[in-house]
T-cell receptor, first 115, second 113 residues
Framework: EAGVAQSPRYKIIEKRQSVAFWCNPI?????LYWYQQILGQGPKLLIQ????????DSQLPKDRFSAERLKGVDSTLKIQPAKLEDSAVYLC?????????????FGEGSWLTVV | AQSVTQLDSQVPVFEEAPVELRCNYS??????LFWYVQYPNQGLQLLLK??????LVESINGFEAEFNKSQTSFHLRKPSVHISDTAEYFC???????????FGTGTRLTVIP
């Protein structure tokens, strides 16, 4: 089966510019996650969707980050305006309903460099 | 507080030697435990997981991990490593009542020819 698709794979922007990342989860997966992985650290959850509703966005810097999952399938993560510390890999993941016991499948990530 | 700790940031090991990557967690509630592997320029792939039942779990490529509740550990082991095992390994947990994976900081395994 097709895996989690993400684009773009790489992006370089200047600080204060905006950027958007797109994710297409595995077909039939109701739960979608966006993680931020800073170099040398483990991934950190930014936001979790169940279908098109937000389950957890407590770690999302809402003054600059936004995410949506229209129609409960694809998702977009936006950063505006970007800061230097936003340089990271943004990982999209999906799973069947919920997290408990269900394997979470990750995409290859979108690598962001803010200069 | 709930957390996942990987004390070793880098582990170099010679080819065909055994390896152990350490993972400890801190939690007063039940937990599901996972090991993910990340090869260079690739996404995270599930290596193995412990949900319940037998405390020893195995992967298809020779890795195994044992859930030790008294030690709050889930160390990853392989009796003989290959060059292709060079990667970053992440321990992760889902704590009862939480909705998502908590990751450790990762251990970079480098297999030396």
């Amino acid at each position: 089966e097709a895996g989690v698709a993400q684009s773009p794979r790489y992006k370089i922007i200047e600080k204060r510019q905006s950027v958007a990342f797109w994710c297409n989860p595995i077909s039939g997966h109701a739960t979608l996650y966006w993680y931020q992985q800073i170099l040398g650290q483990g991934p950190k959850l930014l936001i979790q969707f169940q279908n098109n509703g937000v389950v957890d966005d407590s770690q999302l810097p809402k003054d600059r980050f936004s995410a949506e999952r229209l129609k409960g399938v694809d998702s977009t993560l936006k950063i505006q305006p970007a800061k230097l510390e936003d340089s990271a890999v943004y990982l999209c993941a999906s799973s069947l309903v919920g997290t408990h016991g269900n394997t979470i499948y990750f995409g290859e990530g979108s690598w962001l460099t803010v200069v | 507080a709930q957390s996942v700790t990987q004390l070793d940031s880098q582990v170099p090991v010679f080819e065909e030697a055994p390896v152990e990557l350490r993972c400890n967690y801190s939690s007063s509630v039940s937990v599901y435990l996972f090991w993910y592997v990340q090869y260079p320029n690739q996404g995270l792939q599930l290596l193995l997981k412990y949900l319940s039942g037998s405390t020893l779990v195995e992967s298809i490529n020779g890795f195994e991990a044992e859930f030790n509740k008294s030690q709050t550990s889930f160390h990853l082991r392989k009796p003989s490593v290959h060059i292709s095992d060079t990667a970053e390994y992440f321990c992760a947990a889902v704590f009862s009542g939480a909705n998502n994976l908590f990751f450790g900081t990762g251990t970079r395994l480098t297999v030396i020819p």
